[in-house]
Structure formats: C-alpha cells, structure tokens
C-alpha cells in the first residue's frame, strides 16, 4: 500500500502563488507518475500536473505557464509551484501516485486526502 500525504493549502489572493507538497510513503517502490488533481463540488477530477520518475511533465491546459511540477525521486516527494493564481484555480487539489510513467484515460492510482486552495479576488 501506498500513502501520500499533501500539505502546502491554504488561502492566497488573486496573483499570489502557493506550493503545494505530496510525501509516499509504503510500497514506495511501486511508484511511478506522481501529480496533482484537482475537484470542485459538482465536476470530477482534472488533471493539474503530473511527473513521471524518468522527469516526463503533463499539464492541464489552464495551469500551464503558471504551474510548475518538480520532484524528488529518491524522497518520493512531489511539488506543485502555483503562480499567478486566479478565483478560477480555488478546488480541493488531490495528490496522485501511479504505478505507471504516463498518464491514464481515467485514474486508477492512490489519492491523498485531499488539500483545499482558495484564491481570492
């Protein structure tokens, strides 16, 4: 079993930045892809920012040039550096760990609890 554990949340107004941070622990070696989701009450899970151990990036559309993804293999540590944030990026963000190097139609990896971003206007 794998466990992530996130933190870095909080509230930040419209421009300001956050960096979000994700830690496995468990069958760590089963690890690949490490990234981020995101949810708001009514819609499902989009991708955020996802990494591979190899240092493949993806980006959802409406984060890219603003977010940026890092990672730490030997730590099993992932980051999300959030800039220029905007109300339109307040969500739950979920940390995401899966035992592959891309990413899937749908997520089928382990989940963090859960962190929530809140970006005022």
């Known amino acids: 079993q794998v466990q992530l554990v996130e933190s870095g949340g909080g509230l930040v107004q419209a421009g300001g930045s956050l960096r979000l941070s994700c830690v496995a622990s468990?069958?760590?070696?089963?690890?690949?892809?490490m990234g981020w989701y995101r949810q708001t009450p009514g819609n499902q899970r989009e991708l955020v920012a996802a990494?591979?151990?190899?240092?493949?990036?993806y980006y959802g559309d409406s984060v890219e040039d603003r977010f940026t993804i890092s990672r730490n293999n030997a730590k099993y540590t992932v980051w999300l550096q959030m800039d220029s944030l905007t109300p339109e990026d307040t969500a739950v963000y979920y940390c995401?760990?899966?035992?592959?190097?891309?990413?899937?139609?749908?997520?089928?990896?382990?989940w963090g609890q859960g962190s929530q971003v809140t970006v005022s206007s």
């Open positions: 995401y760990a899966d035992s592959i190097g891309r990413l899937r139609t749908t997520p089928r990896g382990v």
């Open positions: 468990g069958s760590i070696s089963a690890i690949n892809l």
């Open positions: 990494i591979s151990s190899g240092g493949t990036t």
